[in-house]
T-cell receptor, first 108, second 118 residues
Framework: RKEVEQDPGPFNVPEGATVAFNCTYS??????FFWYRQDCRKEPKLLMS???SGNEDGRFTAQLNRASQYISLLIRDSKLSDSATYLC?????????FGPGTRLSVLP | GAVVSQHPSRVICKSGTSVKIECRSL??????MFWYRQFPKQSLMLMAT?????????EQGVEKDKFLINHASLTLSTLTVTSAHPEDSSFYIC??????????????FGPGTRLTVT
């Protein structure tokens, strides 16, 4: 089993749709959780950290379920500019493990 | 957010030559830097982790004698691809993590270096 797994995608959704991504991790000792977005041929950029209590930033909501070892990202009212690959990142100590990413295409 | 730069952004070299890529943290001290490689349509793969002043820790399957990493200061790490071959052509991305405060847990990525070996 891979350390970090994500929905395979791609997700093709119309503008304004709500879309949710899931990510599961295998290392129960993991302490840090993040969502990054990566545009084609660019470096990943931090979208948001994921806290135990969950967190929301505008249209984006991230949640963590430690018992089930999964993280989710919800995007509401999706925009064309949200089209990207979303990477789940799980860290423990010095190591950060990236998920394979889920590609989102928001269509006009 | 923190700024990490990489140089060069793009390099084309001939097979058998060596290429050095620099990664700099511009506004914070990076106690740990990471080097990743990403092939087209694939995920980021961690190659090695380097801590300032000590030897890098390489991931399984990454040849330490081929990918030389030097983290000589708190703001600079270099990756040298020695005797490059076409299969080394990839997108190389560094990231940096600071020693404390707001920079402690998050990784900040450089813009990446696209290496093409002909």
């Amino acid at each position: 089993r891979k350390e970090v797994e994500q929905d395979p995608g791609p997700f093709n959704v119309p503008e304004g749709a709500t879309v949710a991504f899931n990510c599961t991790y295998s290392n129960s000792a993991s302490q840090s959780f993040f969502w990054y977005r990566q545009d084609c041929r660019k470096e990943p950029k931090l979208l948001m950290s994921v806290y135990s209590s969950g967190n929301e930033d505008g249209r984006f909501t991230a949640q963590l379920n430690r018992a089930s070892q999964y993280i989710s990202l919800l995007i509401r009212d999706s925009k064309l500019s949200d089209s990207a690959t979303y990477l789940c990142v799980v860290g423990g100590g010095q190591n950060f493990v990236f998920g394979p990413g889920t590609r989102l295409s928001v269509l006009p | 957010g923190a700024v990490v730069s990489q140089h060069p952004s793009r390099v084309i070299c001939k097979s058998g030559t060596s290429v050095k890529i620099e990664c700099r943290s511009l506004d914070f001290q990076a106690t740990t830097m990471f080097w990743y490689r990403q092939f087209p349509k694939q995920s980021l793969m961690l190659m090695a982790t380097s801590n300032e002043g000590s030897k890098a820790t390489y991931e399984q399957g990454v040849e330490k004698d081929k990918f030389l990493i030097n983290h000589a200061s708190l703001t600079l790490s270099t990756l040298t691809v020695t005797s490059a071959h076409p299969e080394d052509s990839s997108f190389y991305i560094c990231s940096a993590r600071g020693g404390g405060g707001e920079f402690l847990n998050e990784q900040y990525f450089g813009p990446g270096t696209r290496l093409t070996v002909t």
